[in-house]
C-alpha cells in the first residue's frame, strides 16, 4: 500500500463504499464512516440493521472510495466481527471516540461491525 493511502487511512474519517444489492445484484453507493483502531479498519454503525451490512455479508466484497485528503478507489473484503471477545475491545474504542455516552453493551449486541480488508 502506497503512502498516501496508508497516511488517508490514519487521518480520513467518511469514505464511500459501494456495495453489490444482496438481491438486485446493483451496485449501492453510500457514504460513512471507517474507524482505524490499532492499524486495522472497521465499518460499523449505531445498533439495528443496516443495508450495507447485510449487502456485504451476502458478497463480501466491495469498493473503498476514500475522499477527503486522497480520491482513490480501493477494491476490499468485508470480514464480520463476531463474537463478544473480538467486538467487544474493537467497539469500544469506536464509541469511546463518537459515541462516549452510548450503551456498550448495546453496541455489542446490536451494531453491525466488520474489519475491512484491502
Known amino acids: 500500500m ?18 453489490i444489492g444482496r438481491y438486485s445484484g446493483e451496485q449501492r453507493r453510500i457514504e460513512i464512516w471507517f474507524h482505524n483502531v490499532e492499524g486495522r479498519i472497521y465499518i460499523t454503525g449505531t445498533p439495528g440493521p443496516r443495508s450495507w451490512y447485510a449487502n456485504l455479508m451476502g458478497n463480501a466484497a466491495f469498493t473503498i472510495h476514500l475522499k477527503e485528503s486522497l480520491r482513490r478507489d480501493l477494491p476490499a473484503m ?5 463474537g463478544e471477545e473480538r467486538r467487544r475491545p474493537v467497539l469500544a474504542e469506536i464509541t469511546s471516540r463518537v459515541a462516549p455516552d452510548a450503551s456498550l453493551d448495546n453496541w455489542v449486541e446490536g451494531s453491525p461491525l466488520v474489519e475491512v480488508r484491502l
Not at 468485508?78 to 463476531?82: G, L, M
Open 78 to 82: 468485508a470480514i464480520p466481527v463476531v
Open 2 to 19: 502506497d503512502a498516501d493511502v496508508q497516511q488517508a487511512l490514519e487521518t480520513d474519517r467518511v469514505i464511500d463504499i459501494t456495495t
